[in-house]
């Protein structure tokens, strides 16, 4: 006969609050904010590249438009008082910072030493900078902002 094997407890948690997470609608909004701000940063960069701005300038601007865009169509999560007001924009600047910081060593990785093109090269920085930010909100952003609402 042939014998179960064993299941591992963290996977099956990690999977079971995955599957949870992307059958919940709530956390369907932040994936829906992420491919929006996915999208608005790539058009944001290919106008800037079509403009003739440098590579730094323009996936700076589109980051933070895209970043932008992210916290704005996910503003009404978590506490939102006045109190509160200046707290989450904080975190959420610190947050933007780290992705970008982030994004820019994917992106002058992907450049300087595997010598892709920047118009291809983007097509790794912005995923990667997207789930770092995105990630980033829940945990700092959003869920802290609920824990200081709810003591």
């Not at 992420?34 to 079509?50: E, G, H, I, K």
Request: aromatic fraction near 10%.
């Amino acid at each position: 006969m042939k014998q179960a094997e064993p299941k591992n407890a963290v996977v099956e948690s990690t999977r079971s609050i995955l599957i949870n997470a992307a059958n919940d609608k709530c956390n369907m909004r932040f994936v829906y904010s992420a491919l929006l701000s996915m999208a608005l940063d790539l058009l944001v960069l290919q106008a800037l590249f079509a403009l003739g701005a440098n590579l730094e300038l323009a996936q700076i601007t589109s980051f933070l438009a895209g970043a932008i865009l992210s916290f704005a169509l996910n503003a009404d999560r978590g506490a939102s008082g006045l109190k509160h007001s200046s707290i989450r924009w904080t975190r959420f600047l610190l947050v933007a910072l780290l992705a970008l910081l982030m994004r820019s060593a994917v992106l002058m990785l992907v450049v300087g030493s595997w010598h892709w093109q920047p118009q291809a090269a983007i097509f790794v920085a912005i995923p990667v900078a997207t789930v770092v930010f995105q990630v980033g909100a829940v945990f700092f952003i959003y869920l802290q902002s609920d824990a200081s609402e709810n003591p």
